[in-house]
């Protein structure tokens, strides 16, 4: 696959990974070298990693634990005085192994440390994959409330190796998966149209299918880097899906959910909300509930819920002048920004994800 450039950074995929990475240690006199991974990298991808590594640069292995909870201030801090403890510097280079909690902490780190070091991600998640790779977006949660706290900075490279799909289990598959849905409906009829027939795809199909996820959200990221308009599109499900994430994510009675999982029900909440609002037709609609919910199941939300959702809307990053804005289509690859939605509109929305 060809490799990609996103603004400042270069995506490389598969072999070229670790050709472009040893060079790059050859161009560049790094005094150390510093791994960020959880317990799951450590284990299953940093092995991989480590033996195409080719450089006599000293290496240090950071760990922290896996899991949004632990995407806090708090873990930045230990990651920040692991750094100082262990000597970094402004020429050091941190290389971040692992899915979007990884990425975008790790990066956040990288670019607050000494005022910012050089850093490197490899995503190994299908959602950090085709996500997490692009645009720059880096930063934690505030408690319960997604990626409160973050800069746009762009890592040196973006390294995607699919045989780390391998280590996945399926239900970070099927997250991942979601981001890739999304891209369809935003941009491209006939790439959402690919996944219709998933159990004919094959692993090159898989590979493929990531390299288009990229390049899609590559031309958008280009085109507005700031999130100012087109960009914004991105948030496609993610206004109400976040807030469904941050209600399970804060609440013990509940089974946490996966962020491409609450992003479904976001993308079918807002596909609902579509056709009360911006005329997208209900046939397709249902055509888009009926396959997510083939592909996901469905999550129960009691009514009891609905107002306490809406609630933490307010928090989203989108919002202005104390509104808040929904991503809504017109058609597939037709999204319209910037869409005040009431809430008994909202509440609907819910009833319809039920039934």
């Known amino acids: 696959m060809d490799s ?8 490389h995929f598969n072999d070229k990974c670790y050709v472009s990475i040893n060079q790059h240690l050859k161009e560049n006199n790094f005094s150390k070298i510093f791994i960020l991974v959880d317990e799951n990298t450590h284990q299953y991808c940093l092995p991989r990693f480590l033996e195409r590594l080719e450089t006599n640069v000293i290496i240090e292995i950071i760990e922290i634990e896996s899991g949004e909870v632990n995407k806090t201030i708090e873990t930045c801090v230990g990651v920040w005085n692991a750094l100082s403890e262990l000597d970094a510097d402004r020429k050091s280079l941190m290389i971040n192994i692992g899915g979007g909690v990884i990425t975008d902490l790790g990066g956040f780190v990288a670019c607050t440390f000494k005022r910012g070091i050089a850093y490197i991600n490899v995503p190994t998640t299908l959602l950090s994959m085709v996500d997490a790779s692009v645009g720059g977006k880096t930063g934690v949660d505030l408690g319960h409330l997604k990626n409160q706290i973050g800069v746009i900075s762009n890592p040196n490279l973006v390294l995607i190796d699919t045989q780390f799909l391998d280590t996945l289990p399926k239900n ?5 998966l979601a981001e890739m849905l999304k891209h369809g409906l935003i941009s491209d009829e006939n790439y959402w149209n690919k996944f219709k027939n998933m159990s004919d795809l094959s692993l090159n199909d898989l590979d493929d299918l990531i390299h288009q996820s990229v390049m899609i959200k590559k031309h958008v990221v280009e085109e507005d880097p700031f999130e100012n308009g087109l960009r914004k599109t991105l948030n496609f499900g993610h206004t109400l899906g ?4 941050s209600y399970f994510l804060s609440n013990d009675e509940k089974t946490t959910l996966l962020h491409g999982e609450a992003i479904v029900i976001g993308m079918i909440l807002a596909t609902y909300i579509s056709t009360e609002l911006t005329g997208f037709p209900k046939d397709t609609r249902d ?3 009926n ?8 999550v129960i939300i009691e009514k009891s819920e609905h107002s306490t959702i809406i609630e933490l ?9 104390g509104n808040i804005n929904f991503v809504l289509l017109e058609a597939i690859g037709k999204p319209k920004i910037d869409c005040i939605v009431d809430d008994k509109i909202i509440i609907d929305a819910f009833e319809f994800y039920a039934n």
Do not use: C, F, P, V
Not at 6 to 11: C, F, L, T, V
Not at 313 to 321: E, T, V
């Open 4 to 11: 990609i450039t996103a603004n400042d950074s270069i995506i």
């Open 172 to 176: 970070q598959m099927r997250s991942g």
């Open 242 to 245: 976040h807030a469904i994430e």
């Open 287 to 289: 055509d888009i509930k």
């Open 291 to 298: 396959l997510l919910i083939g592909y996901y199941g469905k």
């Open 313 to 321: 809307l307010k928090y989203d990053k989108k919002n202005n002048h």
